[in-house]
């Protein structure tokens, strides 16, 4: 089992930055890729992007390419999300989750969300 817990979300302003942070324990974090979720209300689930095990790779889905950016730390078995530039469509609980593929629809472990709320 690995249990995720997610932090950082909040209201910010559009335009602003958030930080949200994943951590991890449990069964070893670096074995896993490391993805982020948004879900919308009314909206189904959203891929925002995944890391994998190593940290060598990324993948992000293009509505925020080049403002948002996920990173690990296997020494603190933590990921990231840092959101830049953000948009009221950016709006959304955040869900991090851990699974065997950045290319995966499915992952195996899953966060509580955390509320990331833009405003106009």
């Known amino acids: 089992q690995v249990q995720l817990v997610e932090s950082g979300g909040g209201l910010v302003q559009a335009g602003g930055s958030l930080r949200l942070s994943c951590v991890a324990s449990?069964?070893?974090?670096?074995?896993?890729?490391m993805a982020w979720f948004r879900q919308a209300p009314g909206k189904e689930r959203e891929k925002v992007g995944a890391?994998?095990?190593?940290?060598?790779?990324?993948f992000y889905t293009d509505s925020v390419k080049g403002r948002f950016t996920i990173s690990r730390d296997n020494t603190e078995n933590t990921a990231y999300l840092q959101m830049s530039s953000l948009k009221p469509e950016d709006t959304a609980v955040y869900y991090c989750?851990?699974?065997?593929?950045?290319?995966?629809?499915?992952?195996?472990?899953w966060g509580q969300g955390t509320q990331v709320t833009v405003s106009s």
């Open positions: 989750a851990a699974g065997t593929s950045i290319w995966s629809r499915e992952y195996d472990y």
């Open positions: 449990g069964r070893t974090f670096s074995r896993y890729a």
């Open positions: 890391i994998t095990w190593s940290g060598g790779s990324t």
